[in-house]
C-alpha cells in the first residue's frame, strides 16, 4: 500500500519496504503448479512420501471417514479417534511414554514452552534455535538466557548461577539452517546435574537420523526419559501437516490443561491426521528411507562442493542476500529448485542456498543437480 498521506496510520509500511528491497530482503509468495519440472531440494518432503498414493489414500480415507475439518478445538469436537490413534502410534515409534497432537510444530513450540515455563521459570536457549522456539521463549514470561549454538559448558554456567527453581534448556536436535546435530548426550548430563528438563525440537530428526528415523533422541539413548521432552512436526519427513509434543504422560496432561496453543486452536484436519498416520507406518515398515535420505545429501554436498551432513540438510553459505538471490534465481530457470536463507533467518553475511535431500531423488536428477551447481556456483564465487 503506498499512501500520499504521510499522517496515514499505514504511511510507514513503504518505506520499511523499500529498505528490504535494498537490503536484498525482500520476500514473495511463489505459487506452486501441481506438475512442474523442477527438480525440488528446497522442500522438507524427506522421506518423498507427500505424494506418496498410500499417504494419500490416507488422507482421503480420513476425510470421507470424519470430513473436512475436525469441527473444533481438541477439548470440545475436534479430538477424533483417529488422533487418538496417531498419538498412540507416534508416541510408540518415539519411545515416549505419551504423544499430544497440535495444528503445527509452530504450536507445538509455543504450547510447551509457554505451559511448562512461566515467571518463575528459567529457559535457556540456544543462539541458533528456530523462530517457533523464540517465539515460545518469549511468550513463556520466564526469563531466557541464550547462548552460544552447540555450547554445553555455557548452558552448565548458566544453570549453576540461576536463582529460579525450574529451568528448561532447549535446543533442535537437528539445525535447521546448517544440518548440524546438537550434543543431545552433553546436554542432558548438564541438565541431569543441575536439575533442568532438557526440551528438544526434533523437526528435522525425525525420519531422518537415529535408528529406523526415531530421531536423534533415540540416537542419543534418551527416547522415553523422564526428564526430556520433545517436540516433532508431521509437515517434513511424514508429508502431511501438524506437530506433537512427546514425554512423560504428565506432561501431556498438563499441556491439555494449560497450552493456549492447544486449547484454544482448532484441532488438526483429519485428513493431516490420516496422511501423517499413514506415512508413520510406511516409515516403520520401511526402515531403510532415512539411509537414503543421508545418502542422497552427501551426493548433494558433494555437488555443492561442502561437507556431507549428518542430516538431510545441505548448507551453502554464499555470503551477502544480493548473491544466494541471484543463486536461487539462476538454479531455477536451470530446473532446480533449492532454499534461500537469508537474515533474519541466519546470521549478517551468512546467507545460503539450502539444499534438502529427499530420499526419492533419482540418479538423472543428481546429474541435473551437479551441472547446475558447478555452472551457478562457479558465478556465484566469481
Given at each position: 500500500m503506498t499512501s500520499p498521506d504521510p499522517a496515514h496510520p499505514l504511511a510507514w509500511l513503504e518505506p520499511h519496504a523499500a529498505h528490504r528491497r535494498a537490503a536484498g530482503l525482500h520476500r514473495e509468495l511463489r505459487p506452486r503448479t501441481p506438475h512442474e519440472p523442477?527438480?525440488?531440494?528446497?522442500?522438507?518432503?524427506?522421506?518423498g512420501l507427500a505424494a506418496d498414493p498410500r499417504i494419500v489414500e490416507g488422507a482421503v480415507r480420513a476425510a470421507r471417514t470424519w470430513g473436512a475439518g475436525s469441527t473444533g478445538?481438541?477439548?470440545?469436537?475436534?479430538?477424533?479417534?483417529?488422533h487418538a490413534e496417531l498419538?498412540?502410534?507416534?508416541?510408540?515409534?518415539?519411545?515416549?511414554?505419551?504423544?499430544?497432537?497440535?495444528s503445527s510444530g509452530y504450536t507445538a513450540n509455543l504450547g510447551v514452552l509457554a505451559a511448562l515455563a512461566g515467571p518463575d521459570a528459567l529457559v535457556v536457549s540456544d543462539a541458533a534455535n528456530h523462530a517457533s522456539l523464540i517465539d515460545g521463549c518469549r511468550l513463556s514470561r520466564a526469563r531466557v538466557a541464550v547462548v552460544p549454538h552447540d555450547d554445553s559448558d555455557a548452558v552448565d554456567a548458566v544453570l549453576a548461577a540461576r536463582t529460579e527453581e525450574r529451568a528448561l534448556v532447549v535446543t533442535e536436535s537437528v539445525n535447521s539452517v546448517d544440518g548440524g546435530l546438537a550434543p543431545l548426550a552433553q546436554l542432558h548430563a548438564v541438565c541431569r546435574r543441575r536439575g533442568a528438563l532438557l526440551v528438544v525440537d526434533e523437526a528435522h530428526g525425525l525420519g531422518v537420523v537415529g535408528p529406523g528415523g526415531r530421531g536423534l533422541l533415540a540416537a542419543a539413548g534418551l527416547a522415553g526419559a523422564d526428564d526430556v521432552v520433545a517436540t516433532v512436526t508431521l509437515s517434513k519427513a511424514l508429508g502431511s501437516q501438524g506437530g506433537a509434543v512427546l514425554g512423560p504422560a504428565a506432561v501431556t496432561a498438563h499441556l491439555v490443561d494449560t497450552a493456549r496453543s492447544f486449547i484454544f486452536d482448532t484441532g488438526l484436519a483429519p485428513?493431516?491426521?490420516?496422511?501423517?498416520?499413514?506415512?508413520?507406518?510406511?516409515?516403520?515398515?520401511?526402515?531403510?528411507?532415512?539411509?537414503?535420505?543421508?545418502r542422497v545429501a552427501a551426493a548433494l554436498a558433494a555437488a555443492a562442493g561442502v561437507p556431507a551432513p549428518p542430516s538431510a540438510v545441505v548448507a551453502v553459505v554464499l555470503?551477502?542476500?544480493?548473491?544466494?538471490?541471484?543463486?536461487?534465481?539462476?538454479?531455477?530457470?536451470?530446473?532446480?529448485?533449492?532454499g534461500c536463507f537469508r537474515?533474519?533467518?541466519?546470521?549478517?553475511?551468512?546467507?545460503?542456498?539450502?539444499l534438502t535431500a529427499r530420499a526419492t531423488v533419482t540418479d538423472a536428477e543428481?546429474?541435473?543437480?551437479?551441472?547446475?551447481?558447478?555452472d551457478v556456483l562457479a558465478m556465484a564465487h566469481a
Open positions: 523442477l527438480v525440488d531440494l528446497a522442500g522438507n518432503d524427506y522421506l478445538s481438541r477439548l470440545v469436537t475436534g479430538t477424533t479417534a483417529l498419538e498412540a502410534e507416534l508416541a510408540a515409534f518415539c519411545g515416549a511414554e505419551a504423544a499430544l497432537v497440535f485428513a493431516a491426521a490420516g496422511a501423517a498416520l499413514a506415512a508413520l507406518r510406511v516409515l516403520r515398515a520401511e526402515p531403510e528411507r532415512p539411509g537414503a535420505v543421508l555470503g551477502e542476500p544480493d548473491v544466494a538471490v541471484a543463486a536461487a534465481r539462476r538454479c531455477a530457470e536451470r530446473g532446480l529448485r533449492v537474515p533474519p533467518s541466519v546470521p549478517e553475511g551468512t546467507s545460503r542456498l539450502r543428481l546429474g541435473q543437480v551437479r551441472a547446475v551447481l558447478a
